[in-house]
């Protein structure tokens, strides 16, 4: 069975803190997709990353990084400098390799205080 | 990058009567599309796989009577929602996928209100 866990329900931190937001999964898929999405108020899934299971390459794009660590399956989410426009919902979404069906986390609510 | 609409935005309707939300991908063909739920601080659920040209494939614990989903075309899914009851009432979301290259696509959502 294929699931995703985000530990943290709710995060709040001040302006300009880095925070990490935790993702943890089971797959028996040798071959598989991880994503995160953000969630802003309007409702609108906002594409953050997709990864591939073989590439445990970390990402940095901006003030956004990736670690993806297969050995703990882990693929947590850390934002650098974060700004009160990051305030949203943030899930954790898996994608095993055979029905292209995506599994999310229960997601992690993120509030950037001024 | 691709482009999946979803119409209408949002909805309210009576209880008993039946909704009809369209998702269309807007400048790529899909012949898998996904259909989601999301109930208010909620994570959202995958309700069913939908196929161009056959039946939809329904999760666990989903109605497929009730929740009418119809893949016509390649760029055309609907899901339908009949005898609406105020516990219908949430965000639905569908996202369509891809083949060059191969992803997935969500749409903006549609908020619906059964009153």
């Known amino acids: 069975a294929q699931k995703v866990t985000q530990a943290q329900t709710e995060i709040s931190v001040v302006e300009k803190e880095d925070v990490t937001l935790d993702c943890v999964y089971e797959?028996?898929?040798?071959?598989?997709?991880l994503f995160w999405y953000k969630q802003p108020p309007s409702g609108e899934l906002v594409f953050l990353i997709r990864?591939?299971?073989?590439?445990?390459q970390n990402e940095i794009s901006g003030r956004y990084s990736w670690n993806f660590q297969k050995s703990t399956s882990s693929f947590n989410f850390t934002i650098t400098a974060s700004q009160v426009v990051d305030s949203a919902v943030y899930f954790c979404?898996?994608?095993?390799?055979?029905?292209?069906?995506?599994?999310f986390g229960k997601g992690t609510r993120l509030h950037i205080l001024p | 990058g691709a482009v999946v609409s979803q119409h209408p935005s949002w909805v309210i309707c009576k209880s008993g009567t039946s909704v009809k939300i369209e998702c269309r991908s807007l400048?790529?063909?899909?012949?898998?599309m996904f259909w989601y739920r999301q109930f208010p601080k909620q994570s959202l659920m995958l309700m069913a796989t939908?196929?161009?040209?056959?039946?939809?494939?329904?999760e666990q614990g989903v109605e497929k009577d009730k929740f009418l989903i119809n893949h016509a075309s390649l760029t055309l899914s609907t899901l339908t929602v009949t005898s609406a009851h105020p516990e219908d009432s949430s965000f639905y979301i569908c996202?369509?996928?891809?083949?060059?290259?191969?992803?997935?696509?969500f749409g903006p959502g549609t908020r619906l209100t059964v009153t």
């Open positions: 996202s369509a996928l891809g083949t060059d290259p191969y992803e997935q696509y």
């Open positions: 979404a898996l994608e095993g390799g055979r029905d292209d069906k995506i599994i």
């Open positions: 797959t028996r898929d040798t071959t598989y997709y």
């Open positions: 400048d790529f063909q899909a012949t898998t």
């Open positions: 939908s196929n161009e040209g056959s039946k939809a494939t329904y």
């Open positions: 990864r591939n299971s073989f590439d445990e």
